[in-house]
């Protein structure tokens, strides 16, 4: 296991790295790694976007892209307890864009080595667990080191794998680092958490401590961010890990493990296991020892695996925890009097960057009826405008995730050419490539109770909303299953203030675009069936990784 910089590499001598701690003697191999207490520099700051203008920052992703292309097809494997693994199944990645590509070769976990990744995780916690928060936390901070200085690098794997244009690339690149480094501070916060009072005649403590085992099941669209965030908050509490990526980006993961075993992550503490959800992803979710399952996705899933996880185990001695984010069908308000022009970027830079492929992207635009059809021409004028290509090219949009995805959407597309009236887009992309393009696409006309207005399509569509006057509009917005963003754009104070107490999602934007929450400002975490309301990137998300046990001792 390789250490960066910041890491210390001891000789093993039978000694225990901790005794006050009674940390067991790892003598099965013949070193230790000791992570060196990296503390944080000051106050968290969100890591600064990439300016792609600067001629300098555009060769440094040219480049990356040429270094990292000759690096595509390598074949990684499972990583279980510190060991590299071989099986028989393979999952391959491939660029969507150009899908004979392949972009990684990957060994498909089945259900027959949930037992064994469960071991090592479990042998990995009760050491791992005893770990000082300070120590855990100069983990993430190497990592995120180690991350920020390959920032273009990982960047590149973004758009080869998931199809990520530079800028959406950067942004999941950074976000990843704002975890990493927004975590680690919250750890230790925790750990100096006390109780509100001391009772007269005692000593009291609150502790917060972890939960044991968990599965981290991250989507594909933020591979990097989601994927990282929900494990760098697991580990960072003393929990262990099996990380199962998805199958359309197992390649970003297994480079972020090996960015965590340089920064001196010991063997078992992140277990590296992509493999099918039927398989070994619910062998995971059902095994008695598994204490939590963090997932991000769609509601299908999660509510399968929130079903799985309530079942109770034969050996089972815990209420399995379930933190879910699932979909969304997120809504822009429009007020008449709003600044159409700022209005209409939101709505388009919401619903078509990254090909509307964000839980949080607005695919619903609920416009009053006194600026509808201004508004409408303008959307139109501004779709018309983007680009969709290659994203190593950096268009404003490149493909979506697989052919399986295209399909649906095109299936959408075909409904909503029957609920309204097509006012761009609409079609497929042919390439010499056979990349997985679509026309970002608009209807207008939509009635709020319509297929293409309530359910989840993941893709660049957007529904267009008439409502008769605000209150209206409020009331369309509201009138989904769904609850995670939402925008309102107007400039009048009392429209805004009903928006705060009515609208009801968990993620609520004035006057700026309803996708790009920020790490610290934002806590991210939707409501109904968007899932539990998490709040990812926020001062109580770490709460959700652990268990507070009250410590009261009477003084002589």
Request: net charge negative; aromatic share 8%; glycine share 10%.
């Amino acid at each position: 296991m390789g250490v960066s910089c910041f890491g210390v590499i001891a000789a093993a001598t039978g000694k225990f790295l901790r005794t006050e701690l009674n940390w067991k003697v790892m003598a099965t191999t013949e070193i230790s790694t000791v992570i060196h207490p990296r503390a944080p520099h000051g106050e968290f700051r969100n890591e600064p976007f990439t300016d792609f203008s600067r001629h300098e920052n555009a060769h440094a992703m040219r480049e990356a892209l040429v270094r990292v292309g000759d690096m595509l097809g390598h074949e990684y494997e499972l990583v279980i307890g510190g060991e590299r693994l071989q099986t028989e199944g393979k999952i391959v990645s491939k660029n969507p864009a150009r899908p004979a590509q392949v972009v990684g070769i990957h060994q498909k976990a089945g259900a027959e080595h949930a037992e064994m990744a469960m071991q090592a995780a479990l042998r990995a916690f009760e050491t791992w667990r005893f770990v000082p928060a300070e120590e855990r936390a100069a983990l993430l901070l190497n990592a995120a080191a180690i991350i920020r200085e390959r920032k273009f690098e990982f960047c590149a794997w973004l758009t080869y794998e998931v199809g990520k244009n530079w800028a959406e690339a950067d942004a999941d690149v950074g976000e990843t680092i704002d975890f990493l480094e927004f975590y680690a501070r919250e750890a230790l916060r925790l750990s100096r958490a006390t109780t509100p009072i001391q009772y007269p005649g005692e000593r009291d403590e609150l502790l917060y401590i972890p939960l044991g085992v968990g599965a981290v099941i991250p989507p594909w669209n933020f591979p990097f961010a989601i994927m990282a965030g929900m494990t760098a908050a697991a580990i960072v509490t003393g929990n262990a890990v099996i990380l199962k990526p998805s199958s359309d980006s197992p390649t970003i993961a297994a480079r972020f493990v090996d960015a965590l075993e340089e920064a001196g992550l010991p063997p078992g503490v992140v277990n590296f296991c992509p493999g099918s959800g039927a398989t070994f992803g619910n062998a995971i979710v059902e095994h008695p020892k598994t204490r939590f399952i963090a997932f991000t996705g769609s509601k299908e899933v999660g509510l399968d695996i929130h079903e799985r996880a309530a079942k109770t185990q034969k050996g089972q001695i815990w209420i399995k925890r379930t933190i879910l984010e699932m979909g969304g069908k997120d809504s822009i308000i429009v007020s008449a009097d709003a600044d159409l022009d700022q209005a209409v970027a939101g709505v388009v830079a919401s619903a078509f960057g990254f090909s509307g492929q964000k839980c949080s992207a607005c695919s619903r635009a609920i416009v009053e009826e006194r600026v509808y059809d201004v508004f409408v021409d303008r959307v139109r004028e501004g779709v018309t405008a983007l680009k969709v290509g290659d994203p190593a090219e950096n268009p404003n949009m490149g493909p979506v995730v697989n052919e399986g995805a295209m399909k649906t959407i095109l299936g959408y597309i075909e409904v909503g050419k029957k609920e309204g009236r097509l006012i761009a887009g609409g079609k497929a992309i042919a390439t010499p490539d056979g990349g997985f393009y679509l026309e970002p696409t608009v209807f207008a006309d939509v009635a709020p109770d319509a297929r293409i207005a309530q359910e989840e399509i993941f893709g660049p569509v957007l529904a267009i909303v008439k409502a008769k006057d605000y209150d209206s509009a409020l009331a369309i917005a509201n009138n989904t299953e769904f609850g995670l963003t939402g925008a309102v754009y107007s400039q009048d104070r009392v429209k805004l203030d009903k928006a705060r107490h009515e609208f009801h999602a968990g993620n609520l934007y004035f006057n700026r675009k309803c996708t790009g929450a920020m790490v610290g400002a934002h806590p991210f975490g939707g409501f109904n069936m968007s899932g539990t309301d998490s709040k990812a990137g926020g001062p109580d998300y770490l709460y959700l990784f652990t268990q507070a046990k009250s410590v009261a001792e009477k003084l002589a």
